[in-house]
């Protein structure tokens, strides 16, 4: 943003001193018809090349923004995209019979929210060490659905 405006300042002040130059140097005389036409060329010059500095400087945003993205194709298939969970919802609940890992159904619900394309066989429910339920889906099975973990 500060770019663009020094940009353009620069070429305003620029234009103007150019034009401030010529005034200056000459002696005051009465105008004729030549000197409207050379006011007229000096000012179509200045014009023109404020026109070129702006247009470089648009030139630039453009390649700054335009660098390699190894990840720009990554979700633009509604297909992938679709089956790209986030990985925050993955959690490891301790229950009596050990260490299991799900996808929670609400991290999945707030974070996802296409739970409804999720395989039923995948669904768990679990009852940890402090007696609570736990719904979601088992990982491995989701993956091997072709569902994958991406953090967004």
Not at 8 to 26: D, E, H
Not at 102 to 123: A, E, S, T
Not at 125 to 131: A, H, I, L, Y
């Amino acid at each position: 943003m500060f770019r663009n405006l020094t940009n353009r300042t620069l070429a305003a002040v620029l234009a103007a001193s150019i034009a401030m130059t010529g005034f200056a140097a000459a002696p005051a005389r009465a105008a004729d018809s030549g000197d409207a036409a050379k006011i007229a060329a000096g000012l179509a010059a200045l014009f023109i090349i404020g026109k070129a500095l702006e247009d470089n400087d648009r030139d630039y945003v453009h390649r700054r923004h335009g660098g390699y993205n190894p990840n720009h194709n990554r979700y633009r298939n509604p297909h992938h995209a679709r089956k790209n969970l986030p990985a925050k919802c993955r959690f490891v609940f301790n229950t009596r019979h050990g260490r299991v890992p799900m996808m929670g159904q609400n991290c999945l619900v707030k974070n996802y929210g296409k739970i409804n394309h999720l395989p039923n066989h995948c669904r768990i429910n679990v009852k940890t060490k402090k007696g609570l339920m736990r719904y979601g889906y088992k990982p491995h099975c989701l993956r091997n659905n072709g569902y994958r973990l991406v953090n967004y």
